[in-house]
């Protein structure tokens, strides 16, 4: 039988992230024996030997590994339909719309003002994130709607409408040499010895080869940026969150970035289906350039 239990899988994956009976059984309260007959009986039921036991500890087979990978999942989508549940069994519950700190900000702003004025639309609740997080809020149900970008975040599984389409910027320290250029390359911003660019952390949480600094939110890369320790190259509308400090360059020959507002396949709300209808209206309407 293939079916497995929500209990099962917390098991599993407490033994599998503590790699030791012992703690994972503190961490869910209960004794080390029925843990470990728990898994016994798991490992039994799949046929698969999920964990290696010696005298050295406890290590995950190459078994173990994917059931942890789906166990993760699987106890997210459940979280997540708890989560949607409530909030649809809630009439005055507002929409949650998940963005970028400082992408998208006149995109964004425009939308709520036309939210605002059809006395019909559900209230939106804006929650701002860092980079990339969009996605983990949008399958956790802790958001309903996202903006996002290509070919940047991750959009997979997620039905998605097209809203804008723009270049690309390099923001710079004001006093670097190249802040008084029209325009750069590529190339250019990619081979600044004095300024290399910064490093986000991938899905797993390391970091890609380079001498740029290791950053984690965008307010620290703003402020190495202002001190001269590093440069980005961000699409054009992002330079709402520009410090003084910094100066935006036009780079021509960068990818276009095309923002998106993105949801969960799965979902049958109106209240989403009228704010994406909300967001497609706007796509059309040239939005004003940034300020320098």
């Known amino acids: 039988m293939d079916d497995l239990e929500t209990r099962e899988l917390r098991y599993f994956v407490a033994v599998a992230e503590e790699l030791h009976f012992g703690r994972a059984a503190g961490r ?13 009986r798991l490992e039994q ?10 005298r050295r500890g406890v290590a995950l087979t190459d078994a173990g590994m994917v059931l942890l990978r789906e166990a993760r999942a699987a106890l997210d989508g459940v979280a997540a339909a708890a989560r949607r549940t409530r909030r649809a069994g809630d009439a ?7 963005t970028k700190a400082g992408a998208s900000h006149e995109l964004l702003r425009r939308l709520l003002d036309a939210l605002a004025s059809d006395p019909g639309a559900a209230p939106v609740e804006v929650l701002l994130c860092e980079v990339g997080e969009q996605a983990g809020l949008l399958r956790g149900g802790q958001a309903d709607v996202a903006l996002m970008h290509r070919p940047f975040d991750d959009l ?22 190249l802040a008084s ?13 004095d300024l290399p660019i910064a490093r986000w952390p991938r899905l797993d949480g390391s970091y890609p080869d380079g001498p740029g600094p290791e950053v984690r939110t965008q307010s620290q890369l703003a402020q190495l940026v202002a ?16 410090w003084p400090e910094h100066v935006a360059v036009p780079v021509v020959d960068a990818p276009k970035v095309t923002t998106v507002i993105a949801w969960p396949p799965t979902s049958r709300s109106q209240a989403i289906a009228s704010l994406v209808r909300s967001a497609a209206r706007l796509r059309d309407t040239a939005l004003p350039a ?3």
């Open 28 to 40: 869910l309260g209960m004794e080390q024996p029925p843990l470990s007959r728990a898994i016994r």
């Open 45 to 54: 039921r799949l046929g698969v030997q999920l964990f290696d036991r010696d």
């Open 92 to 98: 005055k519950q507002s929409l949650v719309l998940a």
């Open 156 to 177: 997979a599984g997620f039905d998605t409408e097209n809203l804008c389409v723009e270049g690309q910027v390099a923001i710079l320290p004001a006093g670097h040499p």
């Open 181 to 193: 250029r029209d325009q750069l390359t590529l190339a250019e911003v990619q081979n600044v010895p």
């Open 227 to 242: 001190l001269g320790k590093t440069l980005l190259v961000i699409p054009a509308s992002s330079r709402a969150w520009q």
């Open 290 to 292: 940034p300020a320098d």
